[in-house]
């Protein structure tokens, strides 16, 4: 079993930055690949970044957040992060941290654990 929470969201202006966290606990963290997902109201939940626990930790990005976004880990801390700038009226949705043996993975219903999700509301 892994437990994750995220905190982090807000309510923000067009163009401004946030970083939200999710901390783990429970199983090996450094087993896991962890993602973001978000899901707006009315939308279905969709994938935003990951990050595998390979040494390099490698990454990938959804093409809508690609150069805004950035996610990143700290193994010692069992933490992801989703550092987000630029933020746009668009991105406003509930963010959620999830976590999966098995990298490469953007559909929601592959992956193994989730948190409660943090919301992020961007205001034009």
């Known amino acids: 079993q892994v437990q994750l929470v995220e905190s982090g969201g807000g309510l923000v202006q067009a163009g401004d930055s946030l970083r939200l966290s999710c901390a783990a606990s429970?199983?090996?963290?450094?087993?896991?690949?962890m993602a973001w997902f978000r899901e707006a109201p009315g939308k279905e939940r969709e994938f935003v970044a990951a990050?595998?626990?390979?040494?390099?930790?490698?990454?990938r990005y959804a093409d809508f957040v690609k150069g805004r976004f950035t996610i990143s880990r700290d193994n010692a801390k069992n933490s992801v992060y989703l550092q987000m700038n630029s933020l746009k009226p668009e991105d406003t949705a509930v963010y959620y941290c999830?976590?999966?043996?098995?990298?490469?993975?953007?559909?929601?219903?592959?992956?193994?654990?989730w948190g409660q999700g943090t919301q992020v509301t961007v205001s034009s």
């Open positions: 990050i595998s626990w390979i040494s390099y930790s490698p990454t």
């Open positions: 429970g199983q090996t963290f450094n087993r896991y690949t």
């Open positions: 999830a976590a999966d043996r098995t990298y490469g993975r953007i559909v929601w219903s592959e992956y193994e654990y």
